[in-house]
Antibody, heavy 119, light 106 residues
Protein backbone atom coordinates (compact mmCIF):
# COMPACT_ATOMS: atom_id res chain seq x y z
CA UNK A 1 0.00 0.00 0.00
CA UNK A 2 1.35 3.40 -0.99
CA UNK A 3 1.65 5.82 1.92
CA UNK A 4 3.16 9.30 2.26
CA UNK A 5 3.73 10.80 5.69
CA UNK A 6 4.83 14.42 6.00
CA UNK A 7 6.48 15.94 9.05
CA UNK A 8 8.46 19.00 10.05
CA UNK A 9 5.83 21.71 9.92
CA UNK A 10 6.09 24.33 12.64
CA UNK A 11 5.74 27.98 13.59
CA UNK A 12 8.77 29.93 12.35
CA UNK A 13 9.67 33.61 12.24
CA UNK A 14 9.99 35.51 8.96
CA UNK A 15 13.47 34.98 7.54
CA UNK A 16 13.78 31.63 9.27
CA UNK A 17 14.33 28.14 7.91
CA UNK A 18 12.54 24.82 8.12
CA UNK A 19 12.98 21.36 6.59
CA UNK A 20 9.98 19.25 5.72
CA UNK A 21 10.17 15.49 5.32
CA UNK A 22 7.94 13.02 3.51
CA UNK A 23 8.48 9.38 4.38
CA UNK A 24 7.26 7.07 1.64
CA UNK A 25 6.27 3.43 1.89
CA UNK A 26 4.90 0.90 -0.57
CA UNK A 27 7.05 2.16 -3.46
CA UNK A 28 10.54 3.49 -4.22
CA UNK A 29 10.72 7.29 -4.43
CA UNK A 30 13.60 7.28 -6.91
CA UNK A 31 11.37 5.52 -9.47
CA UNK A 32 8.83 8.33 -9.50
CA UNK A 33 8.58 12.07 -9.77
CA UNK A 34 7.88 13.48 -6.31
CA UNK A 35 6.42 16.90 -5.58
CA UNK A 36 5.44 19.38 -2.93
CA UNK A 37 2.11 21.20 -3.28
CA UNK A 38 0.91 23.79 -0.79
CA UNK A 39 -2.40 25.28 0.25
CA UNK A 40 -2.60 28.58 2.10
CA UNK A 41 -5.43 28.85 4.66
CA UNK A 42 -8.77 29.01 2.86
CA UNK A 43 -7.09 29.07 -0.56
CA UNK A 44 -6.49 26.73 -3.48
CA UNK A 45 -3.68 24.39 -4.38
CA UNK A 46 -0.28 25.71 -5.52
CA UNK A 47 2.49 23.54 -6.95
CA UNK A 48 5.82 24.26 -5.24
CA UNK A 49 8.50 21.89 -6.50
CA UNK A 50 9.18 18.54 -8.18
CA UNK A 51 12.13 16.18 -8.32
CA UNK A 52 11.99 13.74 -11.24
CA UNK A 53 12.97 10.11 -11.08
CA UNK A 54 16.25 11.08 -12.69
CA UNK A 55 16.90 13.74 -10.08
CA UNK A 56 16.08 16.84 -12.09
CA UNK A 57 14.48 19.58 -9.98
CA UNK A 58 11.83 22.15 -10.81
CA UNK A 59 10.52 25.09 -8.77
CA UNK A 60 7.70 27.60 -8.81
CA UNK A 61 8.98 31.14 -9.33
CA UNK A 62 7.62 32.09 -5.91
CA UNK A 63 10.10 29.79 -4.13
CA UNK A 64 13.03 29.59 -6.55
CA UNK A 65 16.30 30.40 -4.82
CA UNK A 66 14.78 29.92 -1.35
CA UNK A 67 13.51 26.31 -1.35
CA UNK A 68 15.43 23.13 -2.22
CA UNK A 69 13.84 19.77 -2.95
CA UNK A 70 15.85 16.60 -2.43
CA UNK A 71 15.48 12.94 -1.58
CA UNK A 72 17.37 10.28 0.34
CA UNK A 73 17.02 7.02 -1.54
CA UNK A 74 18.36 4.99 1.38
CA UNK A 75 15.59 6.34 3.61
CA UNK A 76 12.98 6.47 0.83
CA UNK A 77 12.23 10.01 1.95
CA UNK A 78 11.57 13.31 0.19
CA UNK A 79 12.63 16.64 1.68
CA UNK A 80 11.92 20.34 1.22
CA UNK A 81 14.46 22.74 2.69
CA UNK A 82 12.83 26.13 3.08
CA UNK A 83 15.00 29.19 3.74
CA UNK A 84 14.25 32.90 4.09
CA UNK A 85 10.63 32.12 4.86
CA UNK A 86 7.97 34.76 4.32
CA UNK A 87 4.47 35.23 5.70
CA UNK A 88 3.06 34.22 2.30
CA UNK A 89 4.70 30.80 2.65
CA UNK A 90 2.20 29.97 5.42
CA UNK A 91 0.32 26.91 4.21
CA UNK A 92 -0.32 23.22 4.55
CA UNK A 93 2.41 21.48 2.55
CA UNK A 94 1.45 18.23 0.84
CA UNK A 95 3.84 15.64 -0.51
CA UNK A 96 2.49 14.04 -3.71
CA UNK A 97 3.68 11.29 -6.03
CA UNK A 98 3.60 11.75 -9.76
CA UNK A 99 2.45 8.70 -11.66
CA UNK A 100 5.73 8.33 -13.58
CA UNK A 101 9.42 9.14 -13.28
CA UNK A 102 8.91 11.98 -15.74
CA UNK A 103 5.59 13.74 -16.13
CA UNK A 104 2.11 12.69 -15.17
CA UNK A 105 -0.56 13.61 -12.70
CA UNK A 106 -0.47 13.21 -8.90
CA UNK A 107 -1.81 9.79 -7.96
CA UNK A 108 -1.07 9.73 -4.22
CA UNK A 109 -1.01 12.52 -1.64
CA UNK A 110 0.06 12.72 1.98
CA UNK A 111 -2.09 14.29 4.69
CA UNK A 112 0.00 17.46 4.85
CA UNK A 113 2.03 19.37 7.40
CA UNK A 114 1.30 22.95 8.49
CA UNK A 115 3.93 25.67 8.17
CA UNK A 116 3.16 28.99 9.84
CA UNK A 117 5.45 31.96 9.25
CA UNK A 118 4.77 34.68 11.78
CA UNK A 119 6.53 36.84 14.33
CA UNK B 1 2.55 29.91 -17.50
CA UNK B 2 -0.71 28.14 -18.36
CA UNK B 3 -3.56 29.72 -16.39
CA UNK B 4 -6.40 27.39 -15.44
CA UNK B 5 -9.80 29.02 -14.87
CA UNK B 6 -12.64 27.09 -13.25
CA UNK B 7 -16.32 27.99 -13.26
CA UNK B 8 -18.49 28.47 -11.41
CA UNK B 9 -16.73 29.26 -8.14
CA UNK B 10 -19.62 27.71 -6.21
CA UNK B 11 -22.26 25.29 -7.46
CA UNK B 12 -25.38 24.63 -5.39
CA UNK B 13 -26.90 21.26 -6.20
CA UNK B 14 -29.50 19.00 -4.58
CA UNK B 15 -28.58 15.39 -3.78
CA UNK B 16 -29.36 13.15 -6.74
CA UNK B 17 -28.98 15.96 -9.26
CA UNK B 18 -26.31 16.34 -11.93
CA UNK B 19 -23.35 18.69 -11.49
CA UNK B 20 -21.28 20.08 -14.34
CA UNK B 21 -17.98 21.80 -13.58
CA UNK B 22 -15.88 23.63 -16.16
CA UNK B 23 -12.16 24.22 -16.51
CA UNK B 24 -10.54 26.38 -19.17
CA UNK B 25 -6.83 26.49 -20.02
CA UNK B 26 -5.17 29.64 -21.34
CA UNK B 27 -3.54 27.57 -24.09
CA UNK B 28 -4.16 24.17 -25.60
CA UNK B 29 -3.16 21.23 -23.42
CA UNK B 30 -3.31 17.44 -23.59
CA UNK B 31 -2.76 16.57 -19.96
CA UNK B 32 -5.46 17.45 -17.44
CA UNK B 33 -6.47 15.97 -14.10
CA UNK B 34 -9.33 16.54 -11.68
CA UNK B 35 -9.02 16.24 -7.90
CA UNK B 36 -11.59 16.23 -5.11
CA UNK B 37 -10.84 17.77 -1.72
CA UNK B 38 -13.17 17.25 1.21
CA UNK B 39 -12.88 19.56 4.25
CA UNK B 40 -9.80 18.79 6.32
CA UNK B 41 -8.56 16.17 3.89
CA UNK B 42 -5.86 15.91 1.25
CA UNK B 43 -6.81 16.11 -2.42
CA UNK B 44 -7.81 12.84 -4.10
CA UNK B 45 -7.30 12.02 -7.77
CA UNK B 46 -10.55 11.53 -9.68
CA UNK B 47 -9.74 11.83 -13.39
CA UNK B 48 -6.51 11.96 -15.39
CA UNK B 49 -5.70 12.48 -19.06
CA UNK B 50 -8.95 14.49 -19.18
CA UNK B 51 -11.28 11.50 -19.23
CA UNK B 52 -9.78 8.44 -17.50
CA UNK B 53 -11.21 7.60 -14.08
CA UNK B 54 -8.66 6.80 -11.41
CA UNK B 55 -8.73 3.47 -9.62
CA UNK B 56 -11.71 3.12 -7.30
CA UNK B 57 -13.54 6.22 -8.51
CA UNK B 58 -17.28 5.64 -9.01
CA UNK B 59 -18.72 5.69 -12.52
CA UNK B 60 -20.88 8.73 -11.70
CA UNK B 61 -17.72 10.83 -12.16
CA UNK B 62 -16.77 11.51 -15.78
CA UNK B 63 -14.38 13.85 -17.50
CA UNK B 64 -14.46 15.21 -21.02
CA UNK B 65 -12.99 17.89 -23.22
CA UNK B 66 -9.88 18.72 -25.17
CA UNK B 67 -7.70 21.63 -26.16
CA UNK B 68 -8.67 24.45 -23.81
CA UNK B 69 -12.13 23.41 -22.58
CA UNK B 70 -12.71 20.59 -20.09
CA UNK B 71 -15.65 19.38 -18.03
CA UNK B 72 -16.12 17.24 -14.93
CA UNK B 73 -19.62 15.78 -14.61
CA UNK B 74 -21.06 14.14 -11.52
CA UNK B 75 -24.18 12.36 -12.76
CA UNK B 76 -26.09 11.99 -9.48
CA UNK B 77 -24.67 13.75 -6.47
CA UNK B 78 -24.21 11.75 -3.30
CA UNK B 79 -23.68 13.26 0.15
CA UNK B 80 -19.96 12.46 0.05
CA UNK B 81 -19.52 14.38 -3.21
CA UNK B 82 -20.05 17.79 -1.63
CA UNK B 83 -16.49 19.08 -1.70
CA UNK B 84 -14.11 21.34 -3.62
CA UNK B 85 -12.91 20.21 -7.05
CA UNK B 86 -9.69 21.32 -8.73
CA UNK B 87 -8.45 20.88 -12.27
CA UNK B 88 -4.71 20.74 -12.95
CA UNK B 89 -2.60 20.78 -16.09
CA UNK B 90 0.58 18.74 -16.27
CA UNK B 91 1.42 19.61 -19.83
CA UNK B 92 4.01 22.32 -19.11
CA UNK B 93 6.08 23.78 -16.29
CA UNK B 94 5.03 25.28 -14.00
CA UNK B 95 2.32 22.82 -13.07
CA UNK B 96 -0.83 24.83 -12.42
CA UNK B 97 -4.19 24.32 -10.75
CA UNK B 98 -7.51 26.03 -11.22
CA UNK B 99 -8.83 28.04 -8.28
CA UNK B 100 -11.42 25.36 -7.46
CA UNK B 101 -15.18 24.89 -7.62
CA UNK B 102 -17.03 24.30 -4.38
CA UNK B 103 -20.02 21.97 -4.76
CA UNK B 104 -22.45 22.66 -1.94
CA UNK B 105 -25.80 21.31 -0.90
CA UNK B 106 -28.75 23.28 -2.25
Amino acid sequence: EVQLLESGGDLVQPGGSLRLSCAASGFTVSNYGMSWVRQAPGKGLEWVSTISGGGYTYYADSVKGRFTISRDNSKNTLYLQMNNLRAEDTAVYYCARRVAAVGGHFDYWGQGTLVTVSS
Amino acid sequence: EIVMTQSPATLSVSPGERATLSCRASQSIFNLAWYQQRPGQAPRLLIYDASTRATGIPARFSGSGSGTEFTLTISSLQSEDFAVYYCQQYNNWPLTFGQGTKVEIK
